[in-house]
């Protein structure tokens, strides 16, 4: 499977130390633009950055341009760059946290996936415990990610299955 991954789904899978959930992707691409968001975080002190950074080095993200960004869209650079870069590259899915990206690549027929489903696919695959997937769903909130209570409540749900 490929994929395009925008900035935050990679700082706040750094931050669960679950950059392992990754490897469900045969490819995994990033925008120019995401990786200087990166870099901004890594030269403003931000640790996981150097994570991250790891996974350029190691091949495990290949940086690409993506096609032509649409202003209609209203995003961010960011976001606008991975739509854009799914696009072009026929991805299987694009790995944002973004709402409003999240819409625009479902208008446009890609499919978006956020952390949380990430982590659902790991638990459902077998390749989490259902203990592990609560704990990183909490250590999710806590590190800042806006998770309503209806979703977490949902996805615990279907995490015990």
């Known amino acids: 499977m ?22 469900q992707y045969e490819v995994i ?7 200087a968001e990166i870099e901004r975080g890594r030269v403003a002190g931000h640790p996981e950055a150097l994570e991250i950074r790891s996974l350029l080095d190691d091949g495990t993200i290949k940086i690409r ?30 790995i944002t946290d973004d709402r409003a990206a999240i819409a625009v690549a479902r208008y446009l027929g890609l499919r978006p996936v956020s952390v949380p489903f990430l982590l659902l696919r790991e638990r459902r695959s077998g390749r989490m415990s259902r ?4 704990a990183s769903l909490r ?14 409540q949902r996805l615990v749900e279907a995490g015990s299955e």
């Not at 250590?139 to 977490?152: D, I, K, M, Q, T």
């Open 29 to 35: 691409f990033a925008p120019p633009e995401v990786i």
């Open 131 to 134: 203990e592990l997937f609560e």
């Open 65 to 94: 341009k993506g096609g032509k960004m649409r202003s209609e869209w209203n995003l961010h650079q960011g976001e606008a760059a991975v739509i854009a870069l799914a696009a072009k590259v026929k991805a299987d899915e694009i």
């Open 139 to 152: 250590r999710l909130l806590v590190a800042g990610y806006c998770l309503s209570p209806e979703l977490h």
């Open 2 to 23: 490929k994929a395009v991954i925008d900035a935050s789904p990679l700082i706040f899978l750094t931050k669960l130390e679950r950059l392992d959930v990754l490897r």
